[in-house]
């Protein structure tokens, strides 16, 4: 458990391919990702001091940016597209589906099935998968229930199945 | 960040996903603005410490010297006539019992109200405030001591000569027996 010794520079070049990741896992548009990445660095500098290591920074910079990309979400959503009903939650995510076209790689069969996650899928599948952190991790970094990552986790991974072979649910 | 494999969890598009995503790569022009932008944050980061540091410092030392040279300005400070200290109204001068003589002498620890009211007012007698009322034929005065207040009341209708009662009564020491 050291001290943060990283300067900001270091932690930009170190971090900024996961960041951006993220972001644009998260709101599926480089625009809103780019807002995001640079929102998420300067948030660091206002708060590095209450950073205590690396392990720490890297959970710290997954989590600012999958709230950043909430906030973000939330103010496209308000701009743009009338509120879903409850019954629609579990439905896959198409209010940003345009903006998924500027994505790189979004012919990508696999990552834009992925982005076409609802929203709340998509950070368990991107932390589970790519990132590779146990439930345990995951459900402490976003402040959820194991039970509940596993249940969203298991969901992601039955719709994806669907989507990818083109099966009916 | 190690992860145990949970069987459940295992998703053929894995790999796909992973290699997919390692081609998305942060554009140099954003992390080289944003490194910029960072930099300027941190500047003003650093200024405003280097601010709270210089001016608290000079704040809090102008505060205490702001309240330890006025406090003995503001014990040493005159007292107006109007300002004379007063104890809450308790009771009255009509509660005094009367011994059948000119003048009445009584200590309390409390003001009369008709000393209160607007038509008291103050004079300084032998470097003394001394508050005066009028009542029914004669007068009330009454001057802050030690133990309380000594309460004067007189039925003469001279004030004049009440004046003079209570400068003798001073010029002795002002308490009475």
């Not at chain 2, 280097?50 to 503001?74: I, K, Q």
Request: glycine share 4%; net charge negative.
């Amino acid at each position: 458990m050291g001290a943060l010794r990283l300067k900001t520079d270091e932690i930009i070049d170190k971090y900024a391919d996961m960041v951006y990741r993220i972001a644009v896992n998260e709101t599926g548009n480089r625009e809103d990702a780019q807002d995001i990445f640079q929102e998420v660095f300067l948030r660091l500098v206002r708060y590095r001091d209450k950073i205590a290591n690396e392990e720490h920074l890297k959970a710290w910079l997954i989590r600012v940016t999958i709230n950043c990309a909430k906030k973000q979400k939330g103010s496209f959503w308000n701009r743009k597209v009338a509120p879903v009903e409850e019954s629609s939650k579990e439905q896959p995510d198409e209010r940003t589906a345009d903006a998924y076209e500027a994505v790189e790689n979004a012919d990508s069969p696999v990552l834009l099935a992925v982005r076409e996650l609802p929203e709340k899928y998509r950070s368990v599948v991107y932390l589970f998968y790519y990132e590779e952190m146990s439930i345990a991790q995951i459900g402490k970094l976003l402040e959820e229930k194991e039970s509940t990552v596993k249940s969203r986790l298991y969901r992601a991974r039955e719709i994806l199945k669907i989507r990818l072979k083109g099966e009916k649910p | 960040m190690s992860q145990q494999k949970e069987p459940d969890y295992v998703w053929d598009g894995c790999e796909p996903y992973k290699e997919e995503l390692r081609h998305v790569h942060a554009p140099a022009e954003l992390v080289a603005l944003t490194k910029e932008k960072a930099a300027a944050e941190e500047g003003k980061q650093k200024r405003q410490r280097l601010r709270r540091r210089m001016y608290l410092p000079a704040v809090a030392a102008a505060a205490f010297a702001v309240v330890v040279l006025s406090f003995p300005l503001w014990q040493k400070a005159p007292l107006k006539g109007s300002e004379t200290p007063l104890q809450p109204y308790l009771g009255s001068a009509a509660d005094i019992p009367k011994s059948g003589e000119e003048t009445v002498l009584q200590q309390t620890a409390i003001l009369p109200v008709e000393l209160l009211q607007e038509n008291a007012w103050t004079e300084e007698l032998e470097g003394i405030q001394v508050k005066f009322v009028q009542k029914d034929s004669g007068y009330i005065a009454a001057f802050a001591g030690e133990a309380g207040y000594t309460v004067v009341s007189s039925k003469t209708e001279d004030l004049e000569t009440f004046r003079e009662e209570l400068k003798f009564l001073l010029q002795n020491g002002g308490e009475c027996e």
